[in-house]
């Protein structure tokens, strides 16, 4: 029987299957911008998927020679009919969406001989917000907080052409379940899934990601993926991976050519 899954953000997802199982957290995808010079501005936005719907759009600016910042978020979401009991052809709906946005400040490095390798290292923290919808019309929501840390090492060829970046980010997860008015004989499984939230509420996760980039220097079609692993708390209900592939972009300000055209400006007049 097919999945549902429904977001909780970022970074974050929710999902849903046929047999009435939510995951209430999956990874958002990690930027990993590696800057080379500052006063450039990269943003991503790509689809992410692995048993939702859903986007990730980042943004990342190099505010001096080695210091980076970054907001990311993530939206994803999904709708299903699903079979009530395997007695019966009758359906229900159950859905899940959510929400995530998070802000991040590290240190850059580019190094080699050609400066293409890059080395970063960003720490940052994120809220989001999750709503499902069971059987009977049953409905939970829970608002999620995550911190995280994230190294990374980068190459991007000197043409700029193409990029190739690992990161291992370090994540501490907090849910919290708002409101929900699930029945025990109704959704057994899923209110036992938030019961375990509510005693366990804190996750501590590693999460790996490879993308790899290709096209022209300031434009670029990119994949990636990010799973996710639990290093303690077998209790939490989640998705393990976030598959992403869009575009990417840099603008780049140059600050360097446009004082030499003003001092071109300033000699001709004189």
């Not at 029945?183 to 036992?192: H, R």
Request: hydrophobic letters at 35%; one cysteine or more; a positive charge.
């Amino acid at each position: 029987m097919k999945k549902i899954i429904s977001p909780a953000f970022l970074i974050c997802v929710l999902t849903l299957l046929s047999s009435c199982a939510h995951y209430y957290y999956a990874p958002n995808a990690a930027n990993i911008p590696m800057f080379k010079e500052k006063n450039t501005f990269k943003g991503k936005v790509g689809y992410s998927s692995d048993n939702y719907n859903g986007a990730d759009i980042q943004i990342a600016y190099s505010a001096s020679k080695n210091i980076g910042i970054m907001v990311n978020s993530f939206f994803a979401g999904k709708t299903e009919q699903v079979q009530n009991d395997i007695s019966t052809s009758a359906t229900h709906q159950e859905s899940g969406k959510g929400s995530y946005i998070e802000i991040g400040a590290g240190y850059y490095k580019p190094f080699g001989a050609q400066k293409v390798w890059i080395f970063e290292i960003y720490a940052g923290a994120g809220v989001g917000g999750e709503k499902h919808t069971y059987a009977n019309s049953e409905t939970a929501n829970l608002h999620l907080n995550k911190f995280f840390i994230q190294p990374s090492v980068g190459y991007s060829s000197k043409s700029g052409h193409l990029e190739v970046g690992l990161s291992s980010r370090f994540s501490i997860l907090n849910l919290k379940v708002k409101k929900s008015n699930l029945a025990f004989d109704a959704n057994q499984d899923e209110k036992e899934n938030l019961d375990a939230i509510m005693v366990h509420p804190s996750s501590l996760l590693w999460e790996p990601s490879v993308i790899v980039g290709a096209g022209w220097q300031d434009f670029k079609f990119y994949l990636q993926l990010t799973p996710s692993n639990k290093l303690n708390n077998s209790y939490l209900s989640m998705d393990m991976w976030n598959m992403s592939f869009g575009i990417k972009f840099s603008i780049k300000n140059d600050q360097k050519k446009d004082k030499a055209n003003s001092n071109h400006v300033t000699r001709s007049m004189d």
